[in-house]
């Protein structure tokens, strides 16, 4: 099966030049963990998710520097969470993105998600543009779905 | 990108040709080429610099200007070792907890002033670099740093400039603190307790000068700060920003590191008392030591050794010291000491300063421990001419760490710090606000180490 | 565990006791108990074995047994670095997807038979085990492995163990296979091409009898997988599972590949040509291979440094070759070889099969490589007495690997595989029932090569 029959056509994206603020009131309002930013002429230029926001406004060294417990959210966590409405979506969102091709096997989607950790992969047909967005869990219940035949 | 490619290959090819003019033989030339296309490398390259090494590497072996026995005795293998030991403790102190304790410990200072939080943070940054790496020691002071800058509102880049200032300072007084200080302290034969007696109280006294220039030069920022103490009050928020309890894993950790510490610091004694070759405790002591931490943490072990040994920067000093090494091979370093010494007229004082400024300003260009290496074989070849080598590594020592300060690119410690800021704060350091107090703080210390090294007969 | 410390202490302590009785000076039996405390390190401890290198040699040095500049000495820094060249190519081959490729070769072959699937299985696995490391190679074959068998529906424990006897086989096969044959190459001066022609063969040889063997001993699941073949038909959702198109990058690092191995089998000419040290070319092509590699994809290049280089090993393996060689500095192995000549005087014939039959137990026991840094500096402490064989390299490398297929636990390869199998399909595999096929195929295969070693002077 190839991820084009098991994937979400309605793709909700996000322009590039959205404010973090409205973007991150999108991924919320629809429970779900990041969207692909999308430009003008549909091309897919990046993808915004949770991590990526909390990536931003978390301090930048906070990977590295080992145990670092924080009881209370730094001044400069409070202030960049309050920046989002200034930001564009484009400074925060991971520009690499992962990307399937539309007849790319269930598996080998699967395979990616792990090697690669990411939850959500966006599909693009052969000229690259955006035709839709697959899950973990669209893969799995496809997955599920197969073997009870 | 290919024009830098361009400019590194020319000047390279030059340096090669001039030696070749002044006499130096093929392979000397050679040797001075690779090095050159290495050193360039890491100046225009930063991220690709394992990649030159590796090539500039076979190219030396492949050209017969060296083989692969002299490769390996150069590579220090054993320098290598002790950092990955280090680095191994440093790991599990991460872990554990012991920096972020000291972070909280500067945070719940009562009663702060500017001054007081000048001196303490320059303090601490220069103690800490003098146990640990400097760029991990760094990370940390600039969380503290922008931590209390956001609480008071005041800008932080002067209070960053002053911490990284101090830990270029402070990597100079032990063997520890940058990877220069072992490198020297092998090569030299020189140990913990010659560091402890000779460089610590250099650099102390290098630190409380910089200290009053910079709370001079930064008085302005220091009433803004003492202003905004008043008005905003006691830092009670921040006393309650981090907390890491001294718990039983950081109390070991902590045991570990002390014992470790003391062992380092007795090793010399020891040496005598056991009858072993000098410095064979320096380095194994990181050795033992992480393989108790790895006992300890066994289940942590490996990715200690995986995460937290930095195998890219240490492949690259391999590589980079085998081939400075080359250079005293070849006898490349011997000619160019030789007409050094000519030009100084062979009088050991003007050989000191010229060492210690050209260190210093070299230094500034290139990373510290790239310079050092390059002029290691320099002293090396020295020895040749019966002068008397140990004020001359001192000059070396300190001109690599104090000559970092000068400008922005001048140390790993400023080039991740000025990331982290630019990253936080979106502020960007310009090379001129940089170079003025860099350029202040690296002279004056420089000078006093100049000073100390020609009038004090202890350095001989 | 502690039960197992216990032991482990218990005779190292003995065998230190003994080699005093024997006569032993006391820097000597300490080199040999902290060799056992880290052979029977990786024996009980297989994973905190980097532990007791690090924490064994760092005694080696306090007791004065051997120093710091003859530990590096011995510790092989050159294979080390070799190894970490190949790890980069390796991972840069694994990212372009080649052994996906191979994989899907396999997948593909039209007109299955069992017989066909046992040859081609054996021969790839050795093939493979000959061009890279046996973990590698392994990883991939069993993966083609367990498609195959799903697909067919029959047990894959018969031919997951052809595979790894293979692995086994095919990694005396040239220098670059396994870790062994570097070493051997380095320590011996034996060169690519003196593998190419003298070890080649008889690995082919000892190939070819133990596909025989397998043909007869697994005759009942040959059977079955013939019968399901005929069932199933042909393999086409096989031939569709794994696809990866051979394109541009592949190719681009097949390239690479190719040239590296063109160039290492062609080391030995262009040495003499160009005047170099022997194997100089052959310790340098790695470097300039992942040098080139490193700067075309230096995005990637930190990643292949940090994550596909295994640090862990090969930080043991340094450390236990530098504690191998410390068992020649100090002697002791001087006097084992002393005792051993005056046992076998002139007859080298025995001495050969001596060496090959003691490797190859002991390699069914220990790390294949662990038995070869053990019996390394014996060799080159028979050679000074005057054994100057190269039969005994041969006899050591051959020994070596094939020792590694009698037991479950002879080799890294059959570890890997066997963990794969327990945590894909649930299955254990009993000691003895290795064991039977383990027993027989290395004691043929060893058997094959003492004739070999002992009647073609060829050897000599």
């Not at chain 2, 719940?108 to 303490?120: E, G, Y």
């Not at chain 2, 066994?298 to 937290?308: G, I, N, P, T």
């Not at chain 2, 020895?383 to 070396?396: E, H």
């Not at chain 3, 290492?264 to 790695?286: A, G, Q, Y």
């Amino acid at each position: 099966m190839k991820v084009v029959e098991i994937m979400s056509k309605e793709v909700k994206s996000l322009s590039p030049d959205m404010t973090a603020r409205e973007a991150f009131d999108i991924i919320s309002g629809m429970e779900i963990s990041g969207l692909p930013v999308i430009d003008k002429d549909g091309k897919l230029v990046g993808m915004f998710t949770e991590k990526d926001v909390l990536s931003h406004i978390l301090p930048s060294y906070i990977e590295k520097v080992g145990r670092f417990v924080y009881e209370q959210n730094p001044k400069s966590t409070k202030k960049k969470i309050t920046e989002l409405g200034n930001i564009k979506v484009s400074q925060i969102m991971r520009k690499e993105v992962l990307k399937v091709n539309e007849d790319t096997t269930l598996c080998e989607v699967g395979r990616i998600m792990l090697t690669e950790k990411a939850r959500r992969i966006p599909v693009v047909n052969k000229d690259g543009v955006v035709v839709g967005i697959v899950a973990r869990c669209d893969i799995l219940k496809a997955m599920a779905k197969e073997s009870e035949i | 990108m290919l024009k830098k490619f361009i400019i590194l290959v020319v000047i390279s090819l030059s340096l090669g040709f001039l030696s070749s003019s002044i006499g130096l033989s093929f392979n000397q030339s050679m040797a001075i080429a690779i090095f050159s296309v290495s050193v360039l490398g890491t100046l225009f390259f930063w991220d690709f610099r394992l990649g030159f090494v590796f090539l500039g590497t076979s190219i030396l072996l492949m050209t017969r200007t060296i083989n692969i026995e002299n490769v390996i005795k150069f590579a220090s293998l054993d320098v290598i070792l002790f950092l990955v030991g280090m680095m191994i403790l440093v790991g599990l102190m991460k872990e554990a907890g012991f920096f972020a304790w000291i972070v909280q410990l500067i945070l719940r200072i009562r009663n702060m002033t500017a001054v007081k939080f000048v001196v303490i943070i320059s303090v601490i940054s220069a103690l800490l670099s003098t146990m640990t790496s400097e760029v991990v020691s760094i990370i940390f002071m600039v969380a503290a740093v922008l931590e209390i800058c956001d609480y008071f509102e005041v800008d932080p880049v002067p209070y960053i400039t002053i911490s990284i200032l101090a830990t270029n300072i402070g990597s100079a007084a032990t063997v520890l603190g940058n990877p220069i200080g072992i490198l020297i302290a092998t090569k030299a034969g020189l140990t913990f307790e010659d560091f402890i007696i000779k460089a610590f109280p250099l650099a102390m006294v290098c630190l409380l000068a910089a200290i009053i220039l910079l709370i001079i030069w930064y008085r302005k920022t220091n009433m803004q700060l003492d202003k905004h103490i008043k008005e905003l009050g006691a830092n009670e928020m921040l006393i309650r920003l981090i907390s890491v309890p001294p718990d039983k894993e950081l109390k070991i950790s902590l045991a570990i590191f002390g014992a470790t510490l003391f062992f380092i610091a007795l090793h010399h004694r020891l040496e005598l008392l056991w009858d072993l070759e000098p410095n064979t405790l320096l380095l194994m002591m990181p050795l033992f030591a992480s393989g108790c931490v790895m006992i300890w943490k066994w289940k942590r072990a490996r990715e200690y050794v995986e995460k937290d040994v930095e195998w890219w920067t240490l492949l690259f000093f391999m590589f980079l010291f085998a081939q400075a090494g080359t250079l005293k091979y070849t006898g490349a370093t011997d000619v160019l000491a030789q007409k050094l010494a000519t030009l100084a007229g062979n009088s050991l004082p003007v050989l000191i300063g010229i060492v210690l400024w050209v260190s210093a300003i070299g230094s500034s260009i290139l990373d510290n421990v790239v310079l050092v290496a390059a002029f290691i074989p320099v002293i090396q070849s020295f020895q040749s001419m019966n002068l008397d080598l140990q004020p001359l590594w001192w000059a070396l020592l300190f001109g690599g760490c104090l000559g970092g300060n000068i400008t922005l690119v001048g140390s790993t410690a400023n080039i991740v710090a000025l990331g982290i800021l630019e990253k936080e704060r979106n502020i960007r350091m310009t090379f001129f606000r940089w170079f003025r107090v860099g350029l202040a703080v690296g002279v004056l210390t420089t000078t006093i180490a100049w000073i100390a090294l020609l009038v004090f007969p202890f350095y001989r | 565990m502690l039960k197992k410390v216990f032991l482990l202490i218990l005779i190292s302590l003995s065998a230190g006791f003994f080699s005093l009785r024997l006569g032993l000076n006391p820097h000597q039996a300490t080199s040999i108990v902290i060799f056992c405390v880290s052979v029977l390190g990786t024996l009980f401890f297989w994973s905190f074995r980097l532990t007791f290198a690090f924490l064994g040699t760092s005694i080696l040095l306090i007791t004065q047994t051997i120093d710091v500049d003859n530990l590096i000495k011995s510790s092989s820094l050159e294979v080390i670095l070799f190894l970490v060249g190949m790890m980069v190519i390796v991972g840069f081959l694994k990212d372009a997807g080649f052994f996906a490729w191979l994989v899907s070769l396999i997948l593909r072959i039209k007109n299955l038979t069992a017989e066909k699937f046992l040859i081609y299985i054996s021969v790839i696995s050795a093939l493979l085990a000959c061009a890279v490391d046996e973990v590698t190679a392994i990883i991939f074959i069993i993966a083609a492995i367990l498609e195959i068998c799903d697909y067919f529906e029959v047990n894959p424990v018969p031919f997951l163990i052809i595979s790894v006897l293979a692995t086994n086989i095919g990694s005396s096969g040239t220098v670059l296979g396994n870790p062994i044959g570097i070493i051997i190459a380095t320590k011996s001066g034996l060169t690519f091409e003196d593998f190419i022609i003298k070890a080649f063969p008889i690995m082919l040889v000892c190939l070819l009898v133990t596909i025989g063997i397998l043909n007869v001993w697994f005759r009942k699941s040959l059977k079955e997988l013939d019968e399901r073949m005929k069932e199933f038909g042909a393999n086409e959702i096989l031939i569709k599972l794994i696809s990866v198109p051979p394109e541009k990058e592949l190719k681009i690092g097949l390239a690479i590949f190719g040239a590296t191995l063109f160039f290492i089998s062609l080391h030995h000419r262009l040495e003499i040509l160009w005047d170099l040290k022997p194997n100089t070319i052959l310790l340098v092509l790695p470097l300039i291979s992942s040098g080139g590699i490193m700067a075309w994809k230096w995005k990637k290049a930190r990643k292949f440094i940090e994550q596909d280089v295994d640090w862990w090993t090969l930080l043991f393996f340094l450390l236990l070759f530098a504690q191998a060689g410390t068992l020649k500095f100090t002697g002791a192995t001087d006097v084992f070889a002393q005792k051993i000549s005056l046992l076998i005087r002139d007859n080298t014939v025995v001495l050969t099969g001596f060496v090959l039959w003691v490797s190859a137990i002991g390699s069914s026991i220990l790390d294949n490589v662990v038995l070869v840094a053990a019996f390394i500096p014996v060799i080159q402490s028979l050679q000074e007495l005057g054994y100057n064989l190269q039969a005994l390299w041969w006899a050591l490398l051959f020994g070596g690997c094939l020792g590694g297929n009698i037991t479950m636990i002879g080799s890294t390869a059959n570890i890997v595989a066997l963990g794969i199998l327990e945590k894909e399909r649930d299955v254990k595999i009993e000691f003895l029932r290795w064991l039977k096929i383990g027993a027989v195929v290395g004691i043929v295969t060893t058997m094959i090569v003492w004739l070999a070693l002992s009647i073609f002077p060829f050897y000599k």
